[in-house]
């Protein structure tokens, strides 16, 4: 008697392993695009800016050099403690940032700032008419 083959079929258990590990690894790679989003800012209109609210604000300036707050010079170390004491974290900062500075100076800047939850920011930009 002749034996009856049974019919070829594919083994799905590789398939279904790399699903899953093609599963775990974007998983675990879209815990990392949130730390991209720290930073987002948006950006004012320089058009629309009222000189008047600008008296009331705090204004940080920052050049490659030196950094300011509120027109006196002061180091890293004083604004970190200074931004620890500010209490309405909703309170526009003014940041004025020279074309020069590198980016590990402003990144050092904003990551100080991120890290008292400061993040209604204004940056300032050369106007049209004048320069503020």
Known sequence: ???RREPLTADLTPLIDVVFL????????SVFKKEELALLLNLPETENFDENVQKQEMTIELS?????LNG???SFEVLDSKCALIRRKTRPI???????VTYKRVSKLFDLLQKYNLNNLMLVAKNNRESL
């Open 72 to 74: 006196e010079n002061i």
């Open 22 to 29: 093609l599963l775990i690894f974007f998983l675990v790679s």
């Open 64 to 68: 490659e050099s030196d950094i300011a």
């Open 94 to 100: 003014i940041v004025r940032i020279d074309e020069e």
């Open 1 to 3: 008697m002749r034996k």
